[in-house]
C-alpha cells in the first residue's frame, strides 16, 4: 500500500540511394542500412481544458483530488503539446502510447487527444493506443468548476476503438474477440501487438486499477506471435500494466501495477518468441528484463508520465540487429507557471511536496502509527527514493543510505521497501541497447 498512491502502410527507410540494377551485395547494405525511429510517450492523462474552469485548478475538489493522486493535471494540455512538437520534430516512423490518455476517461479529453494524434499522423508518422485503467467505462470521470466537481460522461470499450480507429484498429491486421488488443503491420517484417491487460468491465464505483490478459486473449497472442514467428517477423508488443516487475516486491508491496499472473504470462510470452514490451502505468522510467528456463528473454521497457516529473518519452532506433533507446525529457511547455518558476523546478517543488505530505500521512496513520513529528522526518526518504525510482538509473548516495538504514532500525519493513525502491533491476533505464535476436 505505500506506493498505491503514487503509471496502407508508408514508411520512410534510410537507405542509400538504389541504381535501377544493383548487385546482391549492394542490396545486403541496403538492408543492413535499414533503420527504423520509435517513439513512446505514456501516461499523458490528458485533462480537456474545458474540464476545468473558474479557478478551479486552485478550487477545493481539484485540491483534495491532488492530494491522493498528485500528477501536473493542470498543466496536461501544455505538457502534450510541447511532447508532440518535440516528437514531430524527432521525425520518426511510429508512436506508441500505452495507455493512459486521459485523467479518467473523459469524452471530451479523449475526443481531443484523438485531434492532437491527427496532426502527429499528418506528418507521417503512425501512431499506435490502447487504453490504460483511466481511459475506458470510469467512474471518476469529472469536470471541475470553482471549488466544485461534478460527473462528466467517460466512454466505452467500443467508443476507444471508434476514436482511436486511427491509430491501430482501423487497419489491423488482426483483432482479439475478447479485448480491445490488436497486431498492426507499420511496416514489411514488423508487427505492432497491443494488448489490452484493463478490467474497466469491473469497474464500479471506483476504477479498477490492476490488469489481467484474459485467457481468451492470452490464446489469440499465442497464435499470433506463432504465425510471426514462422514468418521471420520482429514484434513489438504493447500494454499498459507492467509484464516483469520493476523492482524486487512491486507486486506486494505495491499491487494492481504489474498485470496479473505475470511471471506466468511473461515466461509464456518469451518462450513464444516476443522479446520486446513497451508498458506504462507505474510513472516510473525503467527497464527490466525476465529470462525463462528455456534462456529466452523479455524486456519490459517502461516509460514514464508525462504529467510526473521528470516528464520522458523515447525515441527509439531499430535495425535489423538491435533497437538502441534513448529517454528524452519535457523541459519546457508554453504556459504561465506560478511565481515565474521554470517547468522543471516547478515540476520538483510540485511533486516534493504532495508526496512529502501524503507519506507523512500514512506513515502517522495505521498501521505504522508512528509519531507525526518521527513520520516528518521519515517521509522525505520515501519520496527521495520514489522520485529517482520515477526518473530511473537509481543510484543511492552514502548520505542518503545512512538515512535509509536508520529507517530500518526502527520500521524493518519500511527499510526493505526503500532498499527495493532504490536497487535498480538491471539492464540501464535510460539509455540501453538491445539485440532483436536472442544472441
Same mark, same amino acid.
Given at each position: 500500500?505505500?506506493?498505491?498512491?503514487?503509471?496502407?502502410?508508408?514508411?520512410?527507410?534510410?537507405?542509400?540511394?538504389?541504381?535501377? &540494377?544493383?548487385?546482391?551485395?549492394?542490396?545486403? %547494405?541496403?538492408?543492413?542500412?535499414?533503420?527504423?525511429?520509435?517513439?513512446?510517450?505514456?501516461?499523458?492523462?490528458? @485533462?480537456?481544458?474545458?474540464?476545468? @474552469?473558474?479557478?478551479?485548478? &486552485?478550487?477545493?475538489?481539484?485540491?483534495?483530488?491532488?492530494?491522493?493522486?498528485?500528477?501536473?493535471?493542470?498543466?496536461?494540455?501544455?505538457? %502534450?503539446?510541447?511532447?508532440?512538437?518535440?516528437?514531430?520534430?524527432?521525425?520518426?516512423?511510429?508512436?506508441?502510447?500505452?495507455?493512459?490518455?486521459?485523467?479518467?476517461?473523459?469524452?471530451?479529453?479523449?475526443?481531443?487527444?484523438?485531434?492532437?494524434?491527427?496532426?502527429?499522423?499528418?506528418?507521417?508518422?503512425?501512431?499506435? =493506443?490502447?487504453?490504460?485503467?483511466?481511459?475506458?467505462?470510469?467512474?471518476?470521470? =469529472?469536470?471541475?468548476?470553482?471549488?466544485?466537481?461534478?460527473?462528466?460522461?467517460?466512454?466505452?470499450?467500443?467508443?476507444?476503438?471508434?476514436?482511436?480507429?486511427?491509430?491501430?484498429?482501423?487497419?489491423?491486421?488482426?483483432?482479439?474477440?475478447?479485448?480491445?488488443?490488436?497486431?498492426?503491420?507499420?511496416?514489411?517484417?514488423?508487427?505492432? @501487438?497491443?494488448?489490452?491487460?484493463?478490467?474497466?468491465?469491473?469497474?464500479?464505483?471506483?476504477?479498477?486499477?490492476?490488469?489481467?490478459?484474459?485467457? $481468451?486473449?492470452?490464446? #489469440?497472442?499465442?497464435?499470433?506471435?506463432?504465425?510471426?514467428?514462422?514468418?521471420?517477423?520482429?514484434?513489438?508488443?504493447?500494454?499498459?500494466?507492467?509484464? !516483469?516487475?520493476?523492482?524486487?516486491?512491486?507486486?506486494?508491496?505495491?499491487?494492481?501495477?504489474?498485470?496479473?499472473?505475470?511471471?506466468?504470462?511473461?515466461?509464456?510470452?518469451?518462450?513464444?518468441?516476443?522479446?520486446?514490451?513497451?508498458?506504462?502505468?507505474?510513472?516510473?522510467?525503467?527497464?527490466?528484463?525476465r529470462k525463462t528456463i528455456n534462456n529466452n528473454e523479455l524486456f519490459d521497457i517502461e516509460t514514464g508520465s508525462l504529467v510526473t516529473p521528470p516528464s520522458p518519452y523515447r525515441i527509439i532506433r531499430m535495425d535489423l540487429n538491435n533497437i538502441c533507446i534513448d529517454t528524452k525529457h519535457i523541459t519546457s511547455i508554453n504556459s504561465f507557471l506560478p511565481l515565474g518558476l521554470n517547468f522543471v523546478?516547478?515540476?520538483?517543488?510540485?511533486?516534493?511536496?504532495?508526496?512529502?505530505?501524503?507519506?507523512?500521512?500514512? %506513515?502517522?496513520?495505521?498501521?505504522?502509527?508512528?509519531? @507525526?513529528?518521527?513520520?516528518?522526518?521519515?517521509?522525505?526518504?520515501?519520496?527521495?527514493?520514489?522520485?529517482?525510482?520515477?526518473?530511473?538509473?537509481?543510484?543511492?548516495?552514502?548520505?542518503? &543510505?545512512?538515512?535509509?538504514?536508520?529507517? $530500518? &532500525?526502527?520500521?524493518?519493513?519500511?527499510?526493505? !521497501? %526503500?532498499?527495493?525502491? #532504490?536497487?535498480?533491476?538491471?539492464?540501464?533505464?535510460?539509455?540501453?541497447?538491445?539485440?532483436?535476436?536472442?544472441?
Open positions: 500500500m505505500i506506493l498505491v498512491i503514487l503509471a496502407a502502410s508508408c514508411s520512410k527507410d534510410l537507405v542509400i540511394n538504389q541504381p535501377n &540494377q544493383i548487385s546482391d551485395q549492394e542490396n545486403s %547494405l541496403k538492408s543492413a542500412l535499414l533503420v527504423r525511429k520509435i517513439a513512446v510517450m505514456s501516461d499523458i492523462h490528458y @485533462l480537456d481544458p474545458t474540464l476545468l @474552469l473558474n479557478g478551479a485548478a &486552485q478550487g477545493t475538489a481539484f485540491k483534495n483530488y491532488l492530494k491522493t493522486d498528485p500528477k501536473l493535471i493542470e498543466f496536461s494540455d501544455p505538457i %502534450l503539446k510541447k511532447a508532440i512538437s518535440e516528437i514531430v520534430a524527432e521525425k520518426p516512423d511510429i508512436l506508441l502510447i500505452p495507455g493512459d490518455l486521459t485523467k479518467d476517461g473523459e469524452n471530451v479529453s479523449h475526443k481531443t487527444v484523438a485531434k492532437l494524434l491527427k496532426q502527429i499522423s499528418g506528418y507521417g508518422i503512425k501512431v499506435f =493506443v490502447i487504453p490504460g485503467n483511466h481511459d475506458i467505462n470510469n467512474p471518476e470521470a =469529472v469536470a471541475y468548476n470553482g471549488n466544485n466537481a461534478s460527473p462528466t460522461p467517460s466512454i466505452s470499450a467500443l467508443d476507444f476503438a471508434n476514436i482511436y480507429s486511427d491509430f491501430g484498429y482501423k487497419n489491423a491486421i488482426s483483432r482479439d474477440i475478447n479485448s480491445l488488443s490488436y497486431v498492426c503491420e507499420p511496416f514489411s517484417k514488423v508487427w505492432i @501487438l497491443g494488448i489490452d491487460d484493463c478490467k474497466y468491465y469491473m469497474n464500479g464505483s471506483l476504477e479498477t486499477v490492476s490488469g489481467v490478459i484474459k485467457d $481468451g486473449t492470452m490464446q #489469440w497472442i499465442k497464435a499470433r506471435l506463432a504465425e510471426a514467428k514462422s514468418k521471420n517477423i520482429t514484434v513489438l508488443g504493447m500494454m499498459h500494466h507492467g509484464i !516483469v516487475e520493476h523492482f524486487t516486491g512491486q507486486e506486494t508491496l505495491d499491487p494492481g501495477y504489474v498485470t496479473d499472473h505475470w511471471e506466468t504470462n511473461s515466461d509464456a510470452l518469451a518462450d513464444a518468441g516476443l522479446r520486446f514490451m513497451f508498458t506504462g502505468h507505474y510513472h516510473a522510467n525503467d527497464i527490466t528484463m523546478t516547478y515540476s520538483n517543488i510540485f511533486m516534493s511536496g504532495h508526496v512529502d505530505e501524503i507519506f507523512t500521512y500514512m %506513515l502517522s496513520s495505521a498501521p505504522y502509527n508512528i509519531p @507525526l513529528v518521527t513520520a516528518m522526518m521519515i517521509a522525505p526518504r520515501f519520496k527521495n527514493a520514489v522520485v529517482a525510482h520515477y526518473a530511473g538509473d537509481e543510484h543511492i548516495s552514502a548520505d542518503e &543510505q545512512a538515512k535509509d538504514d536508520l529507517v $530500518g &532500525q526502527m520500521v524493518p519493513m519500511l527499510g526493505i !521497501v %526503500l532498499h527495493n525502491l #532504490w536497487t535498480d533491476l538491471p539492464p540501464a533505464d535510460n539509455q540501453y541497447c538491445i539485440s532483436i535476436r536472442k544472441n
